[in-house]
Structure formats: C-alpha cells, structure tokens
C-alpha cells in the first residue's frame, strides 16, 4: 500500500489547511501523525476506514482538526482550522492493514507516506 499525502504549506496563525493522504490499497486504521523539528512523532488524529464511525483525536488538537475519508476515493482528509504556531511540523499519513484492530500507537501502523510540512507563522 502506497500513501501519498498533499496540502500542506505556509499559513498564519488561526488560518486552516486540508491534508489530504490517498491511498493506494486496502488499509483498516487511517491516521495522521506529526513530527515538529527535535520531537518525537505524534499521534494527531485517526479513523477506520470503512465505515468512519470511530474518530479518534489528540487532546491538543480536538476542536480544531477533522479527520474524514472519502472511500470512492481511497482518500483520508485532516481538516485543520484555527492553525497555532506549534502546530508546525511535518504531517505524516499513516495505515494498519485491514485486519488489524483500531489503534493510535504509532508502532502499529505498517504504511507511511513521505509527509508533508505545515508552517504556521505568527
């Protein structure tokens, strides 16, 4: 499975951007992670894929980030209003295969794709 993500870029603060990851196969969990410069990576948000019934998000970003899919397009979206300065990071879209359980662990997800940078300025 290949995961490509798109849509990120240079905003201001409390600005909105929409990532997008679209995935080449079949995959269970979708999530989103991020990894700011000298930090560890992140959980930010994540979703299962057929149905879309489970959302699961980071405290720091609940209210603020959507996490959605669009199946006839094999695509996940992040949704991110009200952009912050230390939202800043690499966002990275990530996939369990299809019979893994729903998870936010980043260990347990098997597909990465390249990422993309998200720069808020203030």
């Known amino acids: 499975v290949q995961l490509v993500e798109s849509g990120g870029g240079l905003v201001q603060a409390v600005g909105s951007l929409r990532l997008s990851c679209a995935a080449s196969g079949l995959t269970y969990t979708m999530g989103w992670f991020r990894q700011a410069p000298a930090k560890e990576r992140e959980f930010v948000a994540a979703?299962?894929?057929?149905?879309?019934?489970?959302?699961y998000y980071a405290d720091f970003v609940k209210g603020r980030f959507t996490i959605s899919r669009d199946n006839a397009k094999n695509t996940v979206y992040l949704q991110m209003n009200s952009l912050e300065p230390e939202d800043t990071a690499v966002y990275y879209c990530?996939?369990?295969?299809?019979?893994?359980?729903?998870?936010?662990?980043?260990?347990?997800?098997?597909?990465w794709g390249q990422g993309t940078q998200v720069t808020v300025s203030s």
């Open positions: 979703t299962n894929w057929q149905s879309g019934t489970i959302r």
């Open positions: 990530a996939a369990t295969p299809p019979r893994e359980a729903f998870t936010i662990t980043l260990s347990d997800y098997t597909y």
